[in-house]
T-cell receptor, first 114, second 114 residues
Framework: ETGVTQSPTHLIKTRGQQVTLRCSSQ?????VSWYQQALGQGPQFIFQ???????GRGNFPPRFSGLQFPNYSSELNVNALELDDSALYLC?????????????FGPGTRLLVL | SQQGEEDPQALSIQEGENATMNCSYK?????LQWYRQNSGRGLVHLIL?????REKHSGRLRVTLDTSKKSSSLLITASRAADTASYFC??????????????FGAGTRLAVHP
């Protein structure tokens, strides 16, 4: 167990809706990264939050947004859901004091968009 | 886009045999990491090797890194049925703005039969 928790574990939405996923980082970690993993593929980096600000982003449209709170927990918001957004969403926590080298992943939230 | 390419895509072996998985990548890196994923759930960090290291061991795992060939291998010795999982290599790099993201390959699906 990594100590990283995510909620909910599963979610079903319809196209056009909005969704919020939540992540609590491992104790002592100040950085949260989010990844999207489509079926049969490796995870793809969405963005990273540090000091409550987005400090890096992958090739995802602006309808993917996030927040980080003072306790380092984080949210991923996706607006105007599309069928291709169906995936496993993983958050990972890391520590800037170790250069973010190792990221510890939560169990993921599986999102199905109908 | 994915940086790493794992080879083979799938591997089936008997308990007690060794399993070798290979990973190639395209750009310069700070480190390379291997993760395990059981049944589409969260990723478990196995081992990290830095760009100035050539080999690293952890229990039954041995990782090698050849930066001149931009490749790495993961060897699992004396495999067990519990090793059945998908294995991903991920390259870690620092980007402008001071953030670190992991770029994953598509993974190798390992099946260990009793």
């Amino acid at each position: 167990e990594t100590g990283v928790t995510q909620s909910p574990t599963h979610l079903i939405k319809t196209r056009g809706q909005q969704v919020t996923l939540r992540c609590s980082s491992q104790s002592g970690h100040n950085t949260v990264s989010w990844y999207q993993q489509a079926l049969g593929q490796g995870p793809q980096f969405i963005f990273q939050y540090y000091r409550e600000e987005e400090n890096g982003r992958g090739n995802f449209p602006p309808r993917f947004s996030g927040l980080q709170f003072p306790n380092y927990s984080s949210e991923l918001n996706v607006n105007a859901l599309e069928l291709d957004d169906s995936a496993l969403y993983l958050c990972a926590s890391s520590d800037s004091r170790t250069g973010w080298e190792t990221q510890y992943f939560g169990p993921g939230t599986r999102l199905l968009v109908l | 886009s994915q940086q790493g390419e794992e080879d083979p895509q799938a591997l089936s072996i008997q308990e007690g045999e060794n399993a070798t998985m290979n990973c190639s990548y395209k750009t310069s890196i700070n480190n390379l990491q291997w993760y395990r994923q059981n049944s589409g759930r969260g990723l478990v960090h196995l081992i990290l090797i830095r760009s100035n290291e050539r080999e690293k061991h952890s229990g039954r795992l041995r990782v090698t890194l050849d930066t001149s060939k931009k490749s790495s291998s993961l060897l699992i010795t004396a495999s067990r049925a519990a090793d059945t999982a998908s294995y991903f290599c991920a390259t870690g790099s620092m980007f402008s703005g001071g953030y670190n993201k992991l770029i994953f390959g598509a993974g190798t699906r390992l099946a260990v039969h009793p």
